[in-house]
């Protein structure tokens, strides 16, 4: 079972949500994945040592002098403007590639091969009884992350129960990382903000077709906006985790929130057991 | 002609809160918000006269039934599964390559252009110019649509001489954020002092170095942690970043936010926000 834990707004909680669900669910060994490459957060929340790093490349193309004739036609079938042709010469601007392997197919003198272009590692980091944590990291000044995310996702398959941290958002990174999951876990707050951002992330929940809920973090009693959105929408609010000074300053020190609000577990587990009731 | 771009790596740090009350403070700017996915900013503005314009970027293939012969060479080309066992195109997995389009054997697809948001010109105030835009959810080519809204701010600023943008940056450090960077001439850095505020902040600054732009630091309710918060101070010394000032935690912040009200518009704070702009702006005209 894979769970996707996401929000329009950034600094919802998502990554709160998703390390204690891991913690909770200790005995069952589960996966939890970081998908927001560009500024992965889950690692902090354990701490424990990154015990592999596999390094993740996309193909880009590469020119070889000798074959090309500079007839340009790569040039003009590349949608992304990814290649400029001069009289004697190829330019290749690999942030713009897509790697979608047209020009390579398609150069009539053979003359364009595919290369590996590094665009970020996945850590892995064994989690003392509680499963396994993959963060991917995407190298900085690199523009596409959604390559990275699958690749992250794709490690791992097999685990009884994947949880996925995403990224903010609404864009392709958001809906690469809650492909394929079987519940989708909103994340939002209560300010207009909030609602602002959840309307447009239930909307790219709705295209996947993903059954889903919602959290209400720093909940504060009033939520009619909030409530309107979830049953316009068929998400139920799963819960409410009621706003604490004291979780906040802890969290931020890396303390365990699980012990800075001991009601958080049980908010938590009866969260996991909802999903399962819906999934089964 | 100047623009300043505020952005925190981590979202949720306080970006738009601060942004709002710097936009209100300034004498007279173009405000911007460059978080097409999820933009925040009008909620505070409430611009009015708001004026839309389709955007689009990029393609979509389209399979004409009639004249596939269902060969599959498309499906088995396609790298990113956006041609299901149907011959029928996914929309949300098509990247526009056109690859299919160029290989189909009896030209049944076609590429068309896509859609993929809106973007607004609008008013706030006595008449100031707001931009910002409203990607569609589950597209790509998010930083184009930065650079659509730069562009239309930075020709409205030199066309009513306008010295300065004040701009809303996305969360993150990918294509968005990069997108945002291109022409500008400062960026303020709002971090949080947390684990992760920290750590976010560190990834964001090696993007701006790449760069090459000058940054300088808001701490924002730094005293939730203090000891981190000193850190980050260290950290700022140690890498030649201006600290142009440090906001305390408040809960008349968070009330503004509640009723959708710009922060500074309440005294108390406009007293804490002022002399952070303050130095901001003397930062920016000593460059």
Redesign the interface.
């Known amino acids: 079972m894979q769970i996707a834990i996401a929000s329009?707004?950034?600094?919802?909680g998502k990554?709160l949500v998703s390390t204690c669900m891991t913690k909770i669910l200790s005995d069952r060994n589960a996966v939890l994945i970081d998908t927001?490459v560009?500024?992965p957060?889950a690692a902090?929340a354990f701490m424990q040592p990154v015990s592999k790093i596999k390094e993740v490349h996309r193909l880009v193309p590469h020119i070889s002098p000798e074959y090309c004739t500079f007839c340009g036609l790569c040039a003009k079938?590349c949608?992304?403007n990814a290649l400029v042709v001069l009289e004697n010469k190829v330019l290749v601007f690999n942030e713009l590639c897509?790697?979608?392997?047209?020009c390579s197919?398609?150069c009539p003198y053979a003359a364009i091969s595919e290369v590996n272009h590094p665009i970020g590692v996945i850590e892995e980091t064994q989690l003392p009884e509680c499963g396994t944590l993959l963060t991917g990291r995407?190298k900085?000044?690199?523009?596409?992350?959604p390559p990275l995310i699958k690749a992250a996702k794709d490690l791992k398959t097999s685990a009884y129960i994947r949880l996925v941290d995403c990224?903010?958002?609404?864009?392709?990174?958001?809906?690469e990382s809650i492909r394929g999951s079987d519940f989708c876990l909103l994340v939002t707050e209560?300010?207009?903000?909030g609602t602002?951002?959840l309307e447009?992330?239930l909307?790219?929940v709705k295209?996947?077709d993903i059954p889903g809920g919602l959290i209400i973090n720093r909940w504060q009693g009033d939520d009619r906006d909030l409530v309107d959105l979830s049953e316009r929408y068929d998400f139920p609010i799963l819960a409410r985790i009621p706003f604490s000074a004291e979780l906040?300053?802890s969290?931020?020190?890396?303390l365990d929130p699980l012990q800075a609000m001991p009601a958080l577990h049980n908010i938590l587990t009866d969260v996991l057991h909802k999903i399962r009731e819906v999934s089964s | 002609m100047k623009e300043i771009l505020f952005i925190s790596g981590k979202g949720g740090t306080g970006k738009t809160s601060l942004t709002s009350s710097f936009i209100d403070l300034a004498d007279a700017c173009v405000a911007c918000d460059y978080d097409v996915d999820a933009s925040n900013l009008p909620i505070l503005l409430k611009p009015r006269n708001t004026v839309g314009h389709d955007f689009s970027a990029g393609y979509s293939a389209h399979i004409d039934r009639d004249i596939c012969t269902g060969c599959g060479l498309c499906a088995e080309i396609c790298r990113f599964d956006a041609i299901n066992d149907d011959y029928q195109i996914i929309p949300l997995n098509c990247e526009g390559c056109g690859f299919c389009a160029r290989i189909c054997p009896v030209e049944a697809i076609r590429m068309e252009p896509r859609s993929s948001g809106h973007w607004f010109s609008s008013e706030f105030k006595s008449g100031q110019s707001l931009f910002f835009a409203d990607l569609r959810p589950g597209e790509e080519n998010s930083g184009k649509l930065v650079a659509q809204v730069k562009s239309m701010a930075r020709q409205k600023a030199l066309s009513e001489n306008t010295d300065l943008i004040i701009a809303d940056g996305p969360p993150g450090i990918g294509c968005a954020v990069i997108s945002s960077m291109v022409e500008t001439d400062m960026i303020v850095l709002v971090a949080e002092p947390g684990l992760s505020g920290f750590h976010d902040l560190q990834r964001i600054y090696e993007l701006i170095k790449l760069r090459g732009i000058k940054a300088v630091l808001i701490i924002n309710k730094w005293d939730l942690n203090p000891e981190i918060s000193q850190e980050i101070e260290n950290w700022a010394i140690d890498q030649g970043v201006y600290l142009a000032g440090k906001m305390p935690f408040s809960t008349t912040v968070a009330d503004c936010i509640s009723e959708a009200k710009i922060p500074a518009t309440d005294s108390q704070i406009r007293n804490l926000v002022f002399p952070i702009w303050e130095n901001i702006i003397q930062q920016l005209n000593v460059m």
Request: proline share 7%.
């Open positions: 329009g707004k950034g600094g919802t990554t927001d560009e500024e957060n902090l079938i949608n992304f897509h790697s979608c392997g047209a197919f398609l995407l900085i000044g690199e523009a596409q992350s990224p903010p958002g609404t864009t392709c990174s958001m809906i209560p300010t207009p903000f602002h951002d447009l992330s909307e790219a295209m996947l906040a300053r969290y931020m020190q890396g």
